[in-house]
């Protein structure tokens, strides 16, 4: 029998690791709702903005912390220039041009990191890396905590851009009604460039923050990838908010059912959750009708 | 069958066909006299790969099912192959076929809950379904788990029973049988009417359903076929390398997304576009990785990124492939089974 104190363990844990996968999943959520685009590279940009922290704590010693803007910025940059060059020319094409055309993005991110890089794993040490707390039997590592804190920062910021800003406002329109907000004098294609830029840049914050904690490799991108497409399935298609919550509940999904199989088959559970949903609730949990 | 096969062979495209099987029968002995192992292998490569392309191609260029889950057939026939071979001894001339078929069973249990997903929900599907196959067959024990399992040399007398050769110059015939076999099989089918009703289905689900065409049970067809062939590819790969391991066979990058990627560089609108698109596109994978990586192993991953940028150059220049840019080109007769790229 697992006693009670391990399973408050894992939901702590899930939520702390949920809370970064929300952060890839609302990225992806972004895009998917602005643009109607499905992002198969999304993981592969978190990579990137992992691999950012690790290079600048690695050759610049900055501390991951601080380098959050600037695997935000380098990877909003790239993702700016991926809508330009890309996205833009696939947006009306057939769907199967669409899923090759980012899928083609994803092998030469992945894989061109991977050559650049060497397939290694990689791992950043920071000074607070084994610095626990504990609150009766629940221990909570640091990094973890740290990572959540960004996350719900992120979040919050995300919430009040989207709410308050004028491009937030604008990208709202866009992802509403296209041609409307095109005729209320809206640059949708900037719009486009921003929300591609935005949608990647929050994912590689999560990268970021895992590279806190875990290890770090090109192909890291993959799993993220997946969990990512699951927390927007989830929490409903194109619904960035729905996509934070569902991030946490897979999380603790996740690590949560570790206990009670094999901790190699928790992925397994988490897939088999992800088609069950699809085939139930397309739209998902917090997601409106769609067509 | 023989009326299709004379409706088929007759016609210029008729005879290219014939010239072309004339070159892929004799190349393999060219190769084993020249001593070019390398070559040899690209050729198996690229038929087992056309093998497998155009059974993705029925689901997707004809029934618009776009499938990263053909590993799961791959894997599972390559699998089944294997266990047949070393825990009961059944001669892999036996084992591809049963390989195929309960690939194909497995392409039919998994078509129920899928084909009630459509367009890209069916696709991401597909992936996940790829990663739980890996996961599974990871952590079982029967099959090897993580390491995998691998068939013992067998001595010389037995060579023909196992299908055990040096080098790949005798299994490109047995490709080249079972891409027959495949042509023979899928050629009449996509000319009947269940063709028909398959692209019916791809251009507008609901308008054929309206027909009284039933669109699940005719997806259903064309996932069997796709699953068999793509399982006894799964075979050819078992009986060439003697080793399967879940992290090879159930791979979505090098597995599911290169035969994609074979299919859509060949063009999916046509039927033999699959093969061109393998043929042209599996050597230079392979030319990259075997010469270029291998020189400079510390650019491992240059071939993938090879891949990509291909990939993308399609996707965006040529999204019909390279058989309907060439028909578009006025280069060749225009088959009836192709048209125009479908819109969303």
Same mark, same amino acid.
């Given at each position: 029998? =697992?006693?009670?104190?391990?399973?408050? /363990?894992?939901?702590?844990?899930?939520?702390?690791?949920?809370?970064?996968?929300?952060?890839?999943?609302?990225?992806?959520?972004?895009?998917?709702?602005?643009?109607? @685009?499905?992002?198969?590279?999304?993981?592969?940009?978190?990579?990137?903005?992992?691999?950012? !922290?690790?290079?600048?704590? #690695?050759?610049?010693?900055?501390?991951?912390?601080?380098?959050?803007?600037?695997?935000?910025?380098?990877?909003?940059?790239?993702?700016?220039? #991926?809508?330009?060059?890309?996205?833009?020319?696939?947006? &009306?094409?057939?769907?199967?041009?669409?899923? %090759?055309?980012?899928?083609?993005?994803?092998?030469?991110?992945?894989?061109?990191?991977?050559?650049?890089?060497?397939?290694?794993?990689?791992?950043?040490?920071?000074?607070?890396?084994?610095?626990?707390?504990?609150?009766? %039997?629940?221990?909570?590592?640091?990094?973890?905590? =740290?990572?959540?804190? @960004?996350?719900?920062?992120?979040?919050?910021?995300?919430? $009040?851009?989207?709410? %308050?800003?004028?491009?937030?406002?604008?990208?709202?329109?866009?992802?509403?009604?296209?041609?409307?907000?095109?005729?209320?004098?809206?640059?949708?294609?900037?719009?486009?460039?921003?929300?591609?830029?935005?949608?990647?840049?929050?994912?590689?914050?999560?990268? !970021?923050?895992?590279?806190?904690?875990?290890?770090?490799?090109?192909?890291?991108?993959?799993?993220?990838?997946?969990?990512?497409?699951?927390?927007?399935?989830?929490?409903?298609?194109?619904?960035?908010?729905?996509?934070?919550?569902?991030?946490?509940?897979?999380?603790?999904?996740?690590?949560?059912?570790?206990?009670?199989?094999?901790?190699?088959?928790?992925?397994?559970?988490? *897939?088999?959750?992800?088609?069950?949903?699809?085939?139930?609730?397309?739209?998902?949990?917090?997601?409106?009708?769609?067509? | 069958?023989?009326?299709?096969?004379?409706?088929?062979?007759?016609?210029?495209?008729?005879?290219?066909?014939?010239? $072309?099987?004339? @070159?892929?029968?004799?190349?393999?002995?060219?190769?084993?006299?020249?001593?070019?192992?390398?070559?040899?292998?690209?050729?198996?490569?690229?038929?087992?790969?056309?093998?497998?392309?155009?059974?993705? /191609?029925?689901?997707?260029?004809? #029934?618009?099912?776009?499938?990263?889950?053909?590993?799961?057939?791959?894997?599972?026939?390559?699998?089944?192959?294997?266990?047949?071979?070393?825990?009961?001894?059944?001669?892999?001339?036996?084992?591809?076929?049963?390989?195929?078929?309960?690939?194909?069973?497995?392409?039919?249990?998994?078509?129920?809950?899928?084909?009630?997903?459509?367009?890209?929900?069916?696709?991401?599907? !597909?992936?996940?379904?790829?990663?739980?196959?890996?996961?599974?067959?990871?952590?079982?024990?029967?099959?090897?788990?993580?390491?995998?399992?691998?068939?013992?040399?067998?001595?010389?007398?037995?060579?023909?029973?196992?299908?055990?050769?040096?080098?790949?110059?005798?299994?490109?015939?047995?490709?080249?049988?079972?891409?027959?076999?495949?042509?023979?099989?899928?050629?009449?089918?996509?000319?009947?009417?269940?063709?028909?009703?398959?692209?019916?289905?791809?251009?507008?689900?609901?308008?054929?359903?309206?027909?009284?065409?039933?669109?699940?049970?005719?997806?259903?067809?064309?996932?069997?076929?796709?699953?068999? *062939?793509?399982?006894?590819?799964?075979?050819?790969?078992?009986?060439?390398?003697?080793?399967?391991?879940?992290?090879?066979?159930? &791979?979505? =990058?090098?597995?599911?997304?290169?035969? !994609?990627?074979?299919?859509?560089?060949?063009?999916?609108?046509?039927?033999?576009?699959?093969? $061109?698109?393998?043929?042209? *596109?599996?050597?230079?994978?392979?030319?990259?990785?075997?010469?270029?990586?291998?020189?400079?192993?510390?650019?491992?991953?240059?071939?993938?990124?090879?891949?990509?940028?291909?990939?993308?150059? =399609?996707?965006?220049?040529?999204?019909?492939?390279?058989?309907?840019?060439?028909?578009?080109?006025?280069?060749?007769?225009?088959?009836?089974?192709?048209?125009?790229?479908?819109?969303?």
């Amino acid at each position: 029998m =697992i006693g009670l104190d391990y399973v408050a /363990n894992a939901v702590v844990s899930g939520i702390l690791i949920g809370s970064v996968y929300s952060l890839v999943g609302m990225g992806l959520a972004l895009i998917w709702g602005i643009m109607d @685009v499905i992002n198969f590279a999304q993981g592969d940009y978190m990579m990137l903005g992992a691999f950012v !922290t690790y290079w600048a704590f #690695t050759l610049a010693g900055v501390d991951p912390l601080l380098s959050v803007p600037l695997s935000f910025l380098v990877t909003f940059a790239l993702g700016v220039l #991926t809508q330009r060059v890309v996205i833009e020319r696939v947006l &009306d094409a057939p769907m199967v041009s669409q899923i %090759t055309a980012t899928f083609a993005v994803l092998l030469m991110i992945r894989y061109g990191a991977e050559a650049a890089f060497g397939p290694y794993t990689k791992r950043i040490y920071v000074p607070y890396a084994d610095v626990i707390y504990r609150f009766g %039997t629940v221990s909570l590592q640091l990094p973890r905590l =740290i990572a959540f804190s @960004v996350s719900l920062g992120v979040a919050v910021a995300f919430y $009040v851009f989207l709410k %308050t800003t004028y491009t937030g406002v604008a990208l709202r329109a866009v992802s509403q009604n296209r041609m409307a907000a095109y005729l209320m004098g809206i640059n949708v294609r900037k719009m486009y460039w921003i929300a591609f830029g935005i949608g990647v840049g929050i994912s590689a914050v999560g990268g !970021t923050l895992v590279a806190t904690f875990l290890p770090i490799h090109p192909e890291m991108g993959g799993f993220y990838a997946l969990i990512a497409f699951i927390v927007v399935v989830f929490g409903g298609f194109g619904s960035v908010f729905g996509a934070y919550i569902s991030g946490i509940i897979i999380g603790v999904t996740e690590s949560v059912s570790a206990l009670f199989i094999s901790p190699s088959l928790k992925d397994v559970v988490a *897939f088999l959750l992800f088609i069950a949903i699809i085939l139930v609730k397309p739209t998902g949990l917090f997601g409106t009708e769609q067509r | 069958m023989l009326q299709f096969m004379r409706e088929g062979l007759s016609g210029r495209n008729g005879q290219y066909f014939v010239i $072309v099987a004339a @070159v892929m029968l004799v190349a393999p002995l060219i190769f084993w006299k020249l001593d070019l192992p390398f070559a040899a292998n690209a050729m198996l490569l690229c038929l087992m790969f056309s093998i497998m392309a155009m059974a993705w /191609n029925l689901l997707e260029g004809y #029934t618009g099912q776009l499938s990263f889950g053909h590993a799961v057939f791959f894997g599972v026939g390559a699998y089944t192959t294997m266990i047949l071979m070393l825990y009961y001894g059944v001669t892999p001339w036996v084992g591809v076929f049963v390989g195929g078929l309960v690939a194909a069973l497995v392409g039919l249990a998994l078509g129920v809950p899928l084909f009630r997903l459509r367009s890209h929900w069916f696709a991401l599907a !597909t992936i996940a379904v790829g990663e739980i196959f890996k996961l599974i067959f990871i952590s079982w024990d029967y099959v090897g788990g993580s390491a995998g399992l691998q068939s013992p040399i067998v001595p010389e007398e037995q060579k023909l029973y196992y299908l055990q050769y040096a080098g790949s110059y005798v299994y490109i015939y047995l490709a080249l049988g079972l891409l027959g076999l495949e042509l023979l099989v899928l050629y009449p089918l996509v000319k009947s009417r269940i063709g028909y009703y398959l692209q019916a289905i791809r251009e507008d689900e609901d308008a054929a359903m309206s027909l009284g065409i039933n669109p699940f049970k005719y997806k259903m067809v064309a996932m069997f076929f796709s699953a068999l *062939f793509t399982g006894i590819g799964g075979g050819i790969y078992t009986v060439r390398f003697r080793f399967v391991d879940p992290f090879a066979v159930f &791979d979505l =990058i090098s597995v599911s997304v290169y035969i !994609t990627i074979a299919g859509i560089l060949g063009g999916i609108y046509s039927f033999i576009g699959p093969i $061109v698109g393998s043929f042209v *596109f599996v050597p230079i994978s392979e030319y990259v990785r075997v010469y270029i990586v291998s020189r400079f192993p510390r650019f491992y991953g240059l071939h993938v990124f090879v891949l990509g940028v291909i990939l993308l150059a =399609i996707s965006l220049l040529a999204p019909e492939g390279i058989m309907g840019w060439l028909e578009k080109r006025g280069y060749l007769m225009k088959g009836r089974e192709t048209g125009e790229v479908r819109k969303e």
